[in-house]
């Protein structure tokens, strides 16, 4: 069997304001920092073998803190990398409302339709890519339990696809700062075993909705 714990990055300064991000390298927040410190200390007792991130600077260094109490290397795979937003990127999603009404309400309603504006990703531009990085971890690592640090779009993308679901689905997975996901491969099936875990974070559940990924 292979395990895999999928967290999502600390909290960014554009996460609080609302503000797109996708694969711009924006840096975590004074509070992101503070979030990543307490899952590495949630995860220090948890045996894991590897480390993988996105090479997005929010993931890679979320993945750190964690890899430092285990001492273990972070590997980049850019496979983890979050959508690419294209012409949304840094902008703040009221404005982006205002000026692709249509198209910003269909990626809300039905998100599976949607190419970002600008040469941007769809969300199955980011499941392919994301399911190919867990297929190779699956079976390249068996009997390992990696960690792996990502993004929403990608947590939520691989997620929908590892349980059956199609990217319609995409927005009934939430997906909080540094939330810890559990899944488990065993013989050619996946299963869930926890999502948008938040405790170490010293709560359930967070009530935070954000306005941009």
Known sequence: MTRI????????????EGRYQG?????????????GHLLAQGLKDVPIDRCIASPLERAYQTCQFC?????????????????NHGSWEG?????IQAQYPDTFALWHSQPHLVDMPGGGEGLEDV??????????????????????AAHDAVNKAIICDLMGLDMSHFWQIKQDNTCVN????????????????TNHLGYLFSGIEQAGL
Do not use: C, M
């Open 5 to 16: 714990i999928l967290v999502r990055h600390g909290e960014t300064t554009w996460n609080v």
């Open 23 to 35: 694969q711009e390298d924006t840096p975590l927040s004074p509070r992101g920092l503070e979030q």
């Open 67 to 83: 890899a430092e109490l285990h001492d273990l290397p972070v590997e980049k795979d850019a496979r983890l990398s979050e959508i």
């Open 91 to 95: 902008q703040l999603a009221a404005d």
């Open 127 to 148: 499941r392919a890519r994301a399911r190919a990085a867990f297929d190779d971890y699956a079976s390249r690592y068996e009997g390992e339990t990696i960690l792996v």
């Open 182 to 197: 559990v899944l488990e491969y065993n013989d050619g099936t996946w299963r869930l075993v926890t999502l948008n875990n």
